[in-house]
């Protein structure tokens, strides 16, 4: 797997039980730019996961796929893609469709997607789950690593790595992969209540951005 520029992030413990092996889930290619060079440089095998029956419609879901599966291809990282069941995300979501981002429907939508990876991850024998779903500052993070956690605590043997690829430079290095891979650069986060939201102009609006860095 190519590492890409190196860096290093020595205040980082690394992966729980000091694990090589990985499954990460994957949200978009902008996203996983920064996890995957972060775990190329530091000698980790992640296979790359992509569930996702948040993104709506199925061309914009493909887009995406295709751009993380052809740069999974050109690193040399194993890519899945799991079921494309968009019916269940929105029966998880119902009665939220009014939520902001960063409100109770995103909780529930981290919540399902870590809780399938987590199953997926002990059917590998995979004993980490990590997720790009929290690099960008417009999610909060404690949402998805709670998610995260409890996810892993429904699985037995496997536990989440609440990794902040923000940090040591991550949330810029991620924009710079993502300019010189020419990732497709999405404009909303991936449901259709977050494209009206953007469209509407009042994504994040009243909310601060996630202060971890
Ligand atoms: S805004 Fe993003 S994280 Fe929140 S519910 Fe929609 S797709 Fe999921």
């Known amino acids: 797997m190519s590492s890409g520029r190196q860096t290093s992030h020595a205040a980082d413990p690394g992966p729980p039980s000091g694990a090589k092996d990985l499954l990460l889930l994957a949200c978009c290619a902008p996203c996983s730019g920064e996890p995957l060079r972060a ?10 996961y992509f569930y996702n029956p948040n993104i709506h419609p199925r061309a914009e879901y493909e887009r995406r796929r295709d751009d993380v599966e052809r740069y999974c291809r050109k690193l040399g990282v194993k890519f899945v893609e799991g079921p494309y069941d968009p019916e ?5 979501t119902a009665g939220m469709e009014d939520e902001p981002e960063r409100g109770r429907r995103c909780e529930e939508c981290f919540a399902l997607r870590l809780a399938h990876a987590a199953e997926f991850a002990g ?18 993070l404690e949402q998805v690593d709670a998610a995260g956690l409890a996810a892993a605590s429904g699985v037995e043997g496997v536990q989440y790595w609440p990794r902040n690829w923000r940090k040591a430079g991550g949330a810029q290095r991620m924009y710079e992969i993502a300019r010189a891979e020419f990732f497709y650069m999405q404009d909303h986060c991936g449901c259709v209540f977050s494209k009206a939201e953007h469209r509407d102009g009042a994504a994040g609006e009243g909310r601060p951005l996630s202060a971890r860095e």
């Open 88 to 92: 269940r995300w929105f029966e998880r």
């Open 123 to 140: 059917r590998q024998g995979l004993g980490v789950l990590a997720c790009t779903l929290g690099i960008s500052r417009w999610k909060d």
């Open 39 to 48: 775990m190329g440089h530091d000698g980790l095998r992640p296979v790359v």
